[in-house]
Structures are given as structure tokens and as C-alpha cells.
């Protein structure tokens, strides 16, 4: 990697500039309303799709979508231009991929139930720890019969199952609680009254899709239309923090590279930290310690430092501090905490420049060829190539028509999964009523985790038979899953999403 092909950043006292091999130690964007921080996630965005490294970011304000269109009209551009001198620049459009939760502004972006998995499913569902317990178990159950929970159907059907039969599961699993049940079942109606019927859906997104970059080599910026999503908070920290550790997941170490495979900017961080649990922070704090030896540069966007943890805090080694407020106490003491975490500067009074700066300048540090901070600067964020504030509607389906995965994700698939199984056995009157004991004798007295363990043999087929019962059609289940992905051991991770992306079935 050239030093040419240093992002620059800012302008001070001399050029503050970004080395791509540093990119992926991750970075810090902060301050209060209106005071430029957008701007600089959008120029970071661009420089690295022109460095060939693919970006995702959420739009929660609905004006990032500029950046697919070339800019620099704007009097306040044209003014900042000649004020830094920046006699290279020309104006530029980047090349955009918009998500969409909804659908309606972007190509559908969905997840599976079971690939969220049980911890990040209970942070969302907000459950006590007897709750999460059982939604755990639930999870153990649909993982060892081979039951698909792909949407929230599957997991009410499956959550009733398990509810229903509660007695058949103690002595593996302990109690169930019925009343932990119903918490979890009015939650999913909660979670689904938000949206949650439409992100909880196949095709789940892959990842791969995107780590994609255009003809010309330049990385392809992914754009969430979140201003819609940000009226359900917990859905989109939730979703962010699954796709971040999907990512951690699926990708292999690649070590220290010249530039990073994917940068993720993490926009309204705080609420991926608020009224967290201590043993899912520990998780995140984790994800973000070793993520970036997959190759992924995580930058949190917010308004205050103090909206994330110290230990997730100190591993931000990029950082761009716009203007903060000291109207409280409180605010004071931020601003005061704030300036501690830079290198001094003895020329600069960086509690003081903290409350003066204008908007578009902030106070910068980012790592230098050896990883260590450099000394904090007081600076003006160069201007942005592309478009400043959104797009029109012609102009963001005309970008989704031709998109890279336009027709990949618009159609909903409903296969047959746990909800079709569990109600095919419950709506025939016939049935006999489920015997005690029988998940043993499903999937044998040994470690049901093991891999070794026996599988069950359907029993042989007559002439004329009863009728199925759920013991009947998950052993046929779990028969027809040996030697595919749904039969083998499911492994999930450290947040608790499926391994590697192994329950992704295509």
C-alpha cells in the first residue's frame, strides 16, 4: 500500500491523513447534534470505496443516500475547498447498494430466527434470566430435532410445543416455566407489531453479498434505510450487532492487512450498549477485540464518548471529536472525560477547544504506522466528493434496479419448517396423546450435543397405520437430516448465532 493511498481526513497545522493498514483498529466519531459528524463518516465512506474496500453503514436520518451522486455544487463546499486548497478535488458519486428492512427503500434485508440465536433474541426480546433460560432450551430442542425456526411462526409453534410437553423435558433440562412461555410469546407479538414479521424471513441475508466491489474496483458502499427502523430501536441495534458477529463468524483471520476487507460504521451507538446485560457485554467487548483480525474496521458514530463502555472505548484507536456541550454539570464532566482519552497536545487546550470548535472541525487522532495515537489536532474535515443530503426517489430505484443483488431478496420463500411440521401434527384429531420419556428415546440417553450419538430409524410403514404423531414426525426428521447441514451438529458462536453461517440453507 502506497502513501499515496493515505485517506486524508482533516486539515490543521498539516495534513491529518488515515493510513488504510491502521483502518481496521477501529475508530470513534462523536459529538453533539449538527456538528459535522456525518460528514465525516460520508468522507471516510467514500475514500474507502476508492481504496476498493466495500462499506456498510445506516442511514438513520435519510441523507447518506448523496453519497451515490457526485457533489461539490453546495457555496459551503466551494468555500471549503478553497479554504483548504484542495486543488485535486473533483466531484464524485460513489457506487451504492441501499437495505432495506421494509422493502420499500432498498432491497429486503432479513434474518432467521434460528441464525439470531437465543442470547441475541432474548436481549431483543428484553427477557429476565428465567426467561432466557427457557428460550434457550427452546433453541436446544428445535437445534437437536432438525426443526427449522426461520420465522416468528416457527418460534411461537415451537415455543408451544415445548410449552405443551414441558413435562417430557424436565428431567434433561430442569423446569419450564409456563409463565416464562407466555413472557416470550407476548414479546414475539411485540417484536412483530414493530416489523419483526418482515425481517424475521428467508431469504436470510448473506453477508458475502456485502463484500462486492463495482467494474472500476472501487468497494461498494451498503447503505440500511433505518430512518423508518429507528422507531424500533432494539430491532436495529439488534440487527446490527447480528450482522457484526455474523461477520466475526463467517470470515477467516487474515492477520494485519494493507487495508481492511469491510469497514462497518456503527451509527446511534449508544443503542447497542443501552440496558445491556454484563454477560452479552462481555460478548460484544469480545466481537470487537478480535474482529479486526478478520480483516473488519468497526467506527462507532454518537454523540458522546461516554455512550460507550471504556473497555470497548479503549480499543477505538481512530478517533474524530466534533463539538460537545457543557450547559450541566454533567456535560462539563464529559467534556472534561473526553479530553482525557487523547494524547496531549501542549500547544492545545483540548478541554477548552472541546466547546469552541465550529461546525465541520473537530479535534483528531488517528494511529500512526506503528499503531500509537499521534498527538490530538485541532482541524477542518475536508469536504465530501459526493453529494451532500439525500437523493430522489427516481434516482434510488433507478440505483436499486441496477444493483449487484437486485432479484436476489425481493421474494419472500416460506418452505417447510418448524411451523409446518409441529402443525401438521397438531391440527390431526387422531393423534395419540405423547408419551412421557420420548425425547430419549428420539435422540438416545447419551450428550445430546454429541455427535456421536445414535439416530432414531422410523418405524417400518404398514399397510395401515395411525397417524403421525410429533414423536413419529421428528423422528422421520431427524432421519432425512443425517448426512446434510440440518443433521449435523449445530455450533453456534460467541453471540450466539449459528457457526461460520452453518444454518444458512439455501
Known amino acids: 500500500m502506497n502513501k499515496s493511498d493515505a485517506i486524508l481526513l482533516a486539515r490543521g497545522d498539516t495534513d491529518i491523513c488515515l493510513l488504510p493498514q491502521m483502518a481496521n483498529r477501529h475508530g470513534l466519531i462523536a459529538g453533539a447534534t449538527g456538528t459535522g459528524k456525518t460528514i465525516t463518516l460520508q468522507v471516510l465512506a467514500e475514500n ?34 478553497k479554504q483548504l486548497k484542495l486543488d485535486n478535488y473533483a466531484p ?11 422493502g420499500d427503500s432498498g432491497h429486503p434485508i432479513r434474518a432467521t430466527i434460528s441464525e439470531m440465536g437465543p442470547l441475541l433474541l432474548g436481549r431483543l426480546l428484553q427477557l429476565n434470566d428465567t426467561q432466557a433460560g427457557v428460550l434457550n432450551l427452546v433453541f436446544r430442542v428445535a437445534d437437536e430435532s432438525g426443526l427449522l425456526l426461520l420465522d416468528l411462526k416457527d418460534l411461537r409453534a415451537t415455543l408451544q410445543y415445548v410449552g405443551d410437553n414441558a413435562s417430557n423435558f424436565t428431567t434433561k433440562y430442569g423446569n419450564i416455566s409456563t409463565a416464562s412461555i407466555g413472557a416470550i410469546q407476548r414479546g414475539l407479538l411485540s417484536i412483530e407489531n414493530q416489523g419483526g414479521d418482515k425481517f424475521f424471513a428467508e431469504p436470510a441475508l448473506n453477508p458475502d453479498d456485502f463484500m462486492q466491489t463495482d467494474t472500476e474496483g472501487r468497494g461498494v458502499v451498503n447503505i440500511l434505510s433505518a430512518d423508518r427502523l429507528m422507531q424500533s430501536p432494539k430491532i436495529y441495534a ?5 450482522l457484526l458477529s455474523d461477520l466475526f463468524e463467517r470470515l477467516p483471520e487474515v492477520g494485519d492487512l494493507p487495508k481492511p476487507k469491510l469497514v462497518f460504521f456503527f451509527d446511534e451507538a449508544h443503542l447497542l450498549f443501552n440496558d445491556i446485560a454484563p ?20 467506527y462507532f458514530v454518537t454523540q458522546n464518548p461516554r455512550d460507550i463502555p471504556d473497555n470497548v472505548l479503549g480499543q ?28 496531549v497536545n501542549p500547544k492545545l487546550k483540548t478541554e477548552a477547544v472541546l466547546t469552541e470548535l465550529s461546525v465541520g ?18 482541524a477542518l474535515i475536508v469536504p465530501p466528493r459526493s453529494q451532500i443530503g439525500p437523493i430522489t426517489p427516481d434516482q434510488r ?20 419448517s418448524a411451523y409446518e411440521r409441529l402443525t401438521a401434527v397438531h391440527s390431526n384429531t387422531n393423534a395419540p396423546e405423547t408419551k412421557p420419556g420420548f425425547f430419549e428415546s428420539l435422540f438416545g440417553s447419551g450428550n445430546a450435543s454429541s455427535p456421536a ?11 395401515s397405520r395411525a397417524p403421525d404423531t410429533l414423536v413419529t414426525v421428528m423422528a422421520k426428521s431427524a432421519v432425512r437430516s443425517i448426512g446434510s447441514s440440518i443433521g449435523r451438529e449445530v455450533v453456534r458462536g460467541v453471540l450466539g448465532s449459528i457457526f461460520g453461517g452453518g444454518g444458512r440453507r439455501r
Not at 470505496?49 to 463546499?77: C, E, N
Open 48 to 81: 474507502f470505496s476508492a481504496l476498493g474496500v466495500p462499506v456498510f453503514m445506516a442511514d438513520v436520518k435519510g441523507d447518506l443516500a448523496g453519497i451515490s451522486q457526485p457533489g461539490g455544487q453546495s457555496p459551503k463546499v466551494q468555500d471549503r475547498i
Open 453 to 463: 450419538r445414535s439416530s432414531p430409524v422410523a418405524p417400518a410403514r404398514q399397510s
Open 92 to 102: 464524485r458519486g460513489c457506487p451504492v447498494t441501499f437495505w432495506d428492512v421494509f
Open 316 to 343: 477505538l484507536g481512530n478517533r474524530v471529536q466534533h463539538a460537545l456541550r457543557a450547559f450541566t454539570p454533567a456535560d462539563q464532566k464529559a467534556v472534561r472525560a473526553a479530553a482525557e482519552t487523547f494524547r
Open 397 to 416: 430505484r433507478q440505483i436499486i434496479s441496477h444493483s449487484l443483488v437486485a432479484g436476489i431478496y425481493e421474494k419472500v420463500v416460506d418452505r417447510e
Open 238 to 242: 439488534t440487527f446490527l450487532l447480528w
Open 361 to 378: 472541525e473537530a479535534l483528531v487522532s488517528l494511529l500512526d504506522e506503528n499503531g500509537q495515537p499521534e498527538i490530538v489536532q485541532r
Open 279 to 298: 454477560s452479552l457485554m462481555e460478548k460484544i467487548e469480545q466481537v470487537v477485540r478480535l474482529v479486526r483480525s478478520k480483516g473488519v474496521g468497526v
